[in-house]
């Protein structure tokens, strides 16, 4: 390979890897960095139970049971920021929170 040749190579895989990290910095900016969206979280009610969540969330990514039959469900995507539903021990919501 001629060095104008390695050149131009180099200047190509730079090229790609700057044009995928700002696509990445961007869907990162701009995504829903919750594992559910608020708009969805907001429809979780108090009195709902686990399968009604499921329903309107999906599967939780964690979930933390407690010796008195609570639980509490974190939904995470590929960000830091969680959705968090909190379930008294009868199975049914108590409360919602996220991180943000």
Known sequence: MSTRTGRTFHSIVWTVAALLAVLFA?????????GSSLSQLARVRTGMSREQVVALLGRPGTVNCSEDGSESWYFTRWTFCQAKVYFAADGTVEETDHDH
Do not use: I, S
């Open 26 to 34: 961007l869907a990162y900016w701009f995504g829903e960095g919750h």
